[in-house]
C-alpha cells in the first residue's frame, strides 16, 4: 500500500512546538509521519518559515531556537528546492491567485507530488480547495 503523500506548510510545522488552535492536530499529522505512516515533503524554505515564526512567536530564545532547528532538520523531510516546473509554477500560481511566492511554492509542491497540502491558512484553502486541507480535518 502506498504511503499517503503530504505536503505541510510553516503553519503547521509550527504548531509541532507552540500550543496554538489545531496544534493537537498538527502534531497527529507529525505522528503519523514519525511512525511512517505517510510522507511529508516540504519546500527547502520551510525551515526558514517555521523558525521565523517561532521567533516571532517571542517564547523562543537562542537556545531554544537552535534547538528548534537542529529538531525540524532531523525529521528527515523530503525537501525541494527550487527548481524547474514547480518553481516556474511558484511564480505563476502567487500572480495568478495574489498569494505570496512562499504559499504558492507549497501549493506547486502539492501540485506536483499530487499531494494534499496541509495548512492552518483560509486563504490558501480558499483558493486552492482541490489540493489543500485545513489540519483541522487530518485524521490519522
Request: glycine content about 0%; overall charge negative.
Given at each position: 500500500m502506498e504511503k499517503q503523500k503530504v505536503v505541510a506548510d510553516a503553519s503547521i510545522v509550527a504548531k509541532w512546538f507552540l500550543k496554538e488552535n489545531f496544534s493537537d492536530k498538527a502534531m497527529q499529522l507529525r505522528d503519523s509521519f514519525v511512525t511512517g505512516k505517510l510522507t511529508i515533503s516540504v519546500p527547502s524554505l520551510l525551515f526558514y518559515e517555521a523558525l521565523?515564526?517561532?521567533w516571532h512567536s517571542g517564547l523562543f530564545k537562542e537556545e531554544e531556537l537552535t534547538l528548534?532547528?537542529?529538531s525540524l532538520y532531523k525529521y528527515g523531510f523530503d525537501v525541494w528546492e527550487p527548481r524547474g516546473k514547480t518553481y516556474e509554477q511558484s511564480a505563476m500560481l502567487s500572480s495568478r491567485?495574489?498569494?505570496s511566492v512562499y504559499d504558492a511554492?507549497?501549493?506547486a509542491l502539492a501540485h506536483h507530488l499530487e499531494a494534499t497540502l496541509y495548512t492552518a491558512d483560509?486563504?490558501?484553502i480558499q483558493k486552492f480547495p482541490e489540493k489543500t486541507q485545513h489540519i483541522?480535518?487530518?485524521k490519522p
Open positions: 521565523n515564526a517561532l528548534a532547528a537542529s491567485h495574489d498569494i511554492t507549497y501549493v483560509s486563504e490558501l483541522s480535518t487530518y
